[in-house]
């Protein structure tokens, strides 16, 4: 899960603890579960390959594009879109090398995501990684920035019997991906590294590059041809997960501090300007991704506890205190609301095992509104 | 849900009043499942104990309602009923024991010494499963009776360094009661009886004896003479005596029984058994009743059996369709007051057959490829008796099957969620599943694990795929209160939709299911070695780190010590608690009537309780 956090800092067990040191436990009275509250009829969606995440609407939301990994010979994982009238699914990427991070064009059959499978190694990386897990070995899950990360785009064919074609969108040395598209088809914004490539890094930055590349991610707006590409943060730290809002004025994503283990919520116009900061846990809040009422903020947040993400929802401006959403132990993230604002699909552990899949639910837009309302007003 | 129901209700109602032929689409549907249901937990089938009026009543109802849905008897067959034999019941049937002492005495003729004769259930009574013979020779006391495999690393063997050949061996009930925890879960182990029965005929015992020691449970009583649906013995008289008729066989030895037990529950495994200065006459008689039951068996044809290479062209869609009648037999859990009623079972497993009733409906318009076979199956709660005689004797090829599907206890759904249990029987299951339900819509909590305590298992071990649809226990769990009113049909009928597009995946696949063979749960914890009850409802559907429970027993020890529905007991007696399989195994080491500490997870707190065991009946 790229849009997910920083991998380093999940091997950096020191920090780790510091930092849970330092949060306050929940109080007790907010271990009383509210989940029904805002989630009726939840239920598993994906129940093939070890593991399944990051589910992205249709703009008519009768599908879902999501990342899985099922592909036979391929431990990584393969993009995939998802009828929700038929349950028929069918592969999006080319089914090697590795994907992430997909995202529909709205009103068409277009698909963005970024994939590896230009990489010459990546039909040998597959076969390592698959030797790797057959001795039984296992390692601290964290994600893999491989710099050959490129975004494409799907158009399927014209007959079933046509290939598709897959379009290059970015070609610079460093990990590009976490694309989504602007409400209106024109734009792609997305994360790229290419920082940490394009220039002379100082003794102490190529340091830091070989502990956490991820240090070097900032935000960049490009055409939907790949045109005019623009770098549109400039922070230290991990910058990603950018989405426009409903109406395509703000973007919003996740900015993490340098030490990778805080990050929160922001917004900002297209163009970079006018940067506000929604959240402040002081954890790791992120994913974040707008209802399309355009009223308020689903993100996800370990403030319970390290390994405890948990959804939370916040009004669009971030006044007021956000409220939280599910109650389930271990993973619960990566929220996206349906295009009519009824549904939520998220990624979850809860089902067991320490590997996520698609979770969806109806959600309750008036309950929130509700809860939202009631909420204390965030202290600054 | 009532407002729901009596929603429809007026609808039906509204529409026989206007005209017969509304369209379906514009009236509420009738449940395809209801009727079904309510006529096999009806009072009238008194419970559909296997062999009883009431089943046969019941396998005719659904012969009828399948031959209604289109389904045909198997090729070959005349009708749709499979019988099959079974045990109903066990007796003894007047076994005595006669002890002559061999002790050294001062009397000069030994031989004059009267014999001693016992007879009667609560002096002497044949284990269940023993031989019927007469045999007569020397006692030994082997201790506990105790062989523990050397795999297991423990080094526990009752009979090491003792002549048991051609001799008949005395054993204690259990397994030695002050070792360390540890210690006892092994030796539980190892404990049942019939256990115990084939280790003193491995070293060449003729005969075995069991008392329950002066130290243990119910002491020097007789044992009751359990159910055992075995057709078979186990290859050696075997009979329960009395704690008198124990010391009587004890007379004249160097140490009492109690003194023998004492030294024997430290657990040390260097104490030996010896020799006793008695040598027995006994003779051993139980009575079995063998009964017929009947499996309902039909099929569905398919089109694409004749196409050259298509392989296995059978699926088979099975339910049991019996339950437990007024409850006499050791697994009902009605308490004092319900005793002897009809437990209906309208969910455990009305609910499941009246799935597969309305799936071969469903089915019989639908494009099939290979045949589907419905499987209604009596015999399952003694044992899965019906599914065991079918795969024994199978009515078409084992080889000629590609896969098996479950449905039991499926009408009583909680929070949208339906368990699907053997997801690792095959690799296929995983997709199937997976488009099925995204229409279906079912919070679907998957397993990989085909082991489970209902008649899909009897086909794992022939080696073919399963799977097991259940919506998981609820309180009235083997009692006369599993009745059809609680039964959601709106969810029963969901689970037919749902159930009948996997079946019809499976049947139109190109190449059949693999069987993938899953390594079995290493714990071999069975209910044999349990003594107690807790009075907890374990939610078989949700995977958590601890036991959680669906709900408690009333007036169970559970719900004295204040546990609920939606505990996750993480913790018994000092065992911690990571699934189903630690609980049963902690279950074994629990005393009756000693209390225990009770560790749980309630809305992410840790609690403790005290919790007394209660005693099984």
């Not at chain 2, 007469?134 to 062989?147: C, H, R, S, T």
């Not at chain 2, 050696?236 to 010391?247: E, H, L, Q, Y």
Request: aromatic share 10%; hydrophobic share 40%; with cysteine.
């Amino acid at each position: 899960m790229t849009r997910n956090f920083s991998g380093a800092a999940r091997t950096l067990w020191v920090r780790v603890l510091v930092v849970a040191l330092a949060l306050t436990a929940a109080p007790a009275a907010q271990s009383i579960n509210h989940e029904s509250d805002f989630l009726s009829r939840i239920r598993r969606l994906t129940v093939e390959g070890r593991r399944a995440g990051e589910g992205y609407w249709s703009s008519d939301g009768k599908r879902l594009t999501f990342q899985s990994e099922r592909e036979p010979g391929n431990p990584f994982y393969q993009i995939y879109a998802l009828d929700l009238t038929t349950g028929d699914t069918k592969r999006i990427s080319p089914g090697y090398g590795k994907t992430t991070c997909s995202f529909f064009r709205p009103g068409t059959d277009e698909v963005e995501f970024a994939s590896t499978h230009h990489d010459s190694t990546s039909k040998k990386q597959q076969q390592d990684e698959l030797d790797f897990r057959a001795s039984g070995k296992t390692r601290r899950y964290s994600w893999d920035y491989d710099p050959e990360f490129d975004i494409y785009a799907y158009k399927p064919g014209a007959t079933s019997s046509v290939p598709p074609t897959y379009t290059r969108l970015t070609n610079a040395r460093g990990y590009d991906a976490e694309g989504s598209y602007s409400p209106d088809g024109q734009w792609i914004v997305f994360t790229s590294m290419r920082d940490a490539y394009n220039r002379t890094l100082s003794a102490e930055e190529q340091k830091q590059l070989e502990v956490d590349p991820s240090y070097f991610a900032e935000i960049y707006i490009m055409g939907a041809d790949g045109s005019g590409q623009k770098r549109l943060t400039s922070v230290a730290g991990y910058d990603g997960g950018p989405f426009f809002s409903p109406d395509g004025k703000r973007i919003i994503w996740r900015r993490f501090d340098t030490s990778g283990l805080i990050a929160n919520v922001f917004t900002m116009n297209p163009d970079g300007t006018d940067v506000r900061q929604i959240t402040d846990f002081g954890a790791m809040s992120w994913a974040p991704y707008i209802h399309p009422s355009g009223q308020y903020i689903l993100f996800a947040s370990n403030k319970l506890g390290f390994e405890n993400f948990e959804i939370y929802m916040v009004d669009i401006d971030g006044k007021k205190e956000p409220v939280r959403i599910t109650y389930a132990d271990g993973f619960d993230g990566l929220p996206v609301p349906s295009p009519d604002g009824r549904q939520l699909a998220w990624t979850s552990t809860r089902a067991g095992g320490s590997e996520g899949q698609i979770f969806l639910a109806q959600w309750n837009h008036e309950k929130a509104l509700e809860a939202l309302r009631a909420a204390p007003e965030r202290k600054r | 849900m009532k407002a729901k129901s009596i929603r429809i209700v007026a609808l039906l109602v509204l529409a026989g009043l206007t005209r017969p032929a509304l369209p379906t689409a514009q009236i509420a549907v009738a449940s395809r499942t209801r009727a079904a249901v309510e006529f096999l937990a009806s009072d009238r089938l008194e419970g559909r104990d296997t062999g009883s009026p009431g089943e046969r009543l019941a396998a005719d109802y659904i012969a009828m309602q399948l031959a209604r849905a289109g389904a045909k008897p198997l090729p070959g067959h005349r009708d749709m009923f499979m019988p099959f034999e079974f045990t109903a019941g066990t007796r003894d049937g007047g076994s005595t024991l006669t002890i002559h002492s061999t002790a050294e005495s001062r009397i000069p003729n030994p031989e004059s010494r009267p014999a001693q004769s016992f007879r009667g259930a609560e002096q002497v009574q044949a284990l269940s499963f023993s031989d019927d013979a007469a045999i007569n020779g020397p006692v030994v006391f082997a201790g506990y009776g105790l062989v523990v495999p050397e795999s297991q690393n423990l080094g526990y063997d009752s009979y090491a360094g003792l002549d048991v050949k051609d001799k008949i061996v005395l054993v204690l009930h259990y397994f030695p009661e002050d070792t360390d925890a540890k210690t006892k879960a092994a030796l539980a182990r190892y404990s049942d009886l019939r256990y115990k029965a084939l280790a003193a005929r491995q070293h060449g015992a003729k005969g075995l004896l069991v008392v329950t020691g002066p130290r243990s449970p119910n002491a020097g009583q007789t044992l009751r003479m359990t159910f055992d649906t075995a057709l078979s013995g186990s290859g050696i008289p075997a009979a329960t005596i009395s704690g008198a008729v124990a010391n009587a066989l004890f007379a004249g030895a160097s140490k009492s029984l109690a003194a023998a037990q004492e030294e024997l529950d430290s657990g040390n495994p260097h104490i030996a058994g010896f020799a006793l200065p008695s040598s027995v006459d006994l003779t051993t008689k139980v009575m079995r009743e063998k009964l017929t039951a009947r499996n309902v068996v039909a099929y569905l044809p398919g089109s694409g059996t004749r196409d050259s290479g298509f392989d296995r062209p059978w699926v088979i869609v099975g339910a049991h369709y019996d339950h437990l009648g007024h409850g006499t037999r050791g697994t009902s859990l009605a308490s004092k007051e319900e005793a002897g009623q009809i437990h209906h079972g309208a969910d455990d497993n009305a609910s499941g057959t009246a799935a597969v009733l309305a799936i071969a409906q469903a089915l019989a318009k639908r494009p099939l490829r290979r045949n589907i076979m419905f499987t209604l199956w009596s015999g399952e709660e003694i044992g899965l008796v019906g599914s065991n005689a079918f795969v024994t004797n199978p009515p078409v090829p084992l080889a000629k099957v590609a896969a098996y599907l479950n449905f039991d206890m499926v009408g009583r759904m909680q929070n949208n969620k339906l368990a699907a249990d053997g997801i690792g029987s095959s690799a296929i299951w995983p997709r199937i599943l997976e488009r099925a339900n995204v229409v279906a819509g079912f919070d679907l909590a998957v397993s990989p694990d085909p082991y489970q305590p209902t008649d899909s298992s009897s086909f794992n071990q022939s080696g073919l795929p399963t799977l097991f649809f259940t919506t998981g226990s609820h309180p009235d769990y083997h009692r006369p209160s599993d009745t059809a009113d609680k039964i959601d049909y709106e969810d029963l009928d969901r689970i037919v939709d749902f159930a009948a597009a996997v079946v019809q995946a499976v049947a139109n696949v190109d190449v059949a299911p693999e069987f993938t063979k899953v390594d079995p749960p290493q714990t071999g914890a069975t209910l044999a070695g349990v003594r107690v009850t807790t009075g907890t409802i374990p939610d078989y559907t949700t995977e958590a780190k601890g036991l959680l429970l669906a709900g408690v027993v009333g007036g169970g020890p559970a719900e004295k010590a204040g546990l609920m529905k939606g505990d996750v007991v993480v913790e018994i007696a000092g065992q911690s608690i990571t699934n189903i399989y630690d609980y049963t195994f902690a279950l074994e080491l629990l005393k009756a009537d000693t209390p225990v500490k009770v560790v749980f997870m309630r809305n992410g707190k840790r609690q403790e309780v005290q919790l007394t065991p209660a005693g099984r009946r």
